[in-house]
T-cell receptor, first 117, second 111 residues
Framework: GAVVSQHPSRVICKSGTSVKIECRSL??????MFWYRQFPKQSLMLMAT?????????EQGVEKDKFLINHASLTLSTLTVTSAHPEDSSFYIC?????????????FGEGSWLTVV | EDQVTQSPEALRLQEGESSSLNCSYT??????LFWYRQDPGKGPEFLFT???AGEEKEKERLKATLTKKESFLHITAPKPEDSATYLC????????????FGQGTELSVKP
């Protein structure tokens, strides 16, 4: 079945540095991918919609200059957390749907734990 | 404002004790309602998508139903391995496929 892969699964970075998280669709093309963050015991909050070949669309309250999204190909989107601070520590999850399905089935990656120290 | 509300927040069942989880929504332009299972520290695992009132889908011990205002996830004779957080999410027309999630129901099934 369709698989969405994230890398790294866990990352620790120092405050003030930047960290990149990759999201790949392994066996399908995805023009659109989504990035969510999830705090402990809370649900998923949509951060942005990543569009291949164009700028990402950010949800209200999400700083686009802090959370840089690049969707350079039909199988890869990246999220870069710039100048990370401890409050950015969270579980980041991406999702995607096969273009051929039109959004009927949306798959999620395994998530990436970010800890900023 | 569009909202997705799940209840209960937590549910404890004995093995074999059937029950239902609720997801109510107040949205306009609903394209689909999705159910996911999430284990601790993992990404959500897709279960079902429902599109129209009256629709039902089943998978093993799980059955999802949809009305114009809410969806139910029925769990029949649950087993300990069904313990997880169950999330529902709604998808709108003309929104590019994004999902808006409820808060989830944490299900615990004791042997």
């Amino acid at each position: 079945g369709a698989v969405v892969s994230q890398h790294p699964s866990r990352v620790i970075c120092k405050s003030g540095t930047s960290v990149k998280i990759e999201c790949r669709s392994l066996d399908f093309q995805a023009t659109t991918m989504f990035w969510y963050r999830q705090f402990p015991k809370q649900s998923l909050m949509l951060m942005a919609t990543s569009n291949e070949g164009s700028k990402a669309t950010y949800e209200q309250g999400v700083e686009k200059d802090k959370f840089l999204i690049n969707h350079a190909s039909l199988t890869l989107s990246t999220l870069t957390v710039t100048s990370a601070h401890p409050e950015d520590s969270s579980f980041y999850i991406c999702s995607a749907f096969p273009d051929r399905t039109g959004g009927n089935t949306i798959y999620f990656g395994e998530g990436s734990w970010l800890t900023v120290v | 404002e569009d909202q997705v509300t799940q209840s209960p927040e937590a549910l404890r069942l004995q093995e074999g004790e059937s029950s239902s989880l609720n997801c109510s929504y107040t949205v306009s332009g609903l394209r689909g309602l999705f159910w996911y299972r999430q284990d601790p520290g993992k990404g959500p695992e897709f279960l079902f998508t429902l599109y129209s009132a009256g629709e039902e889908k089943e998978k093993e011990r799980l059955k999802a139903t949809l009305t114009k205002k809410e969806s139910f996830l029925h769990i029949t004779a649950p087993k300990p391995e069904d313990s997880a957080t169950y999330l529902c999410a709604v998808q709108f027309y003309n929104q590019g496929g994004k999902l808006i999630f409820g808060q989830g129901t944490e299900l615990s099934v004791k042997p």
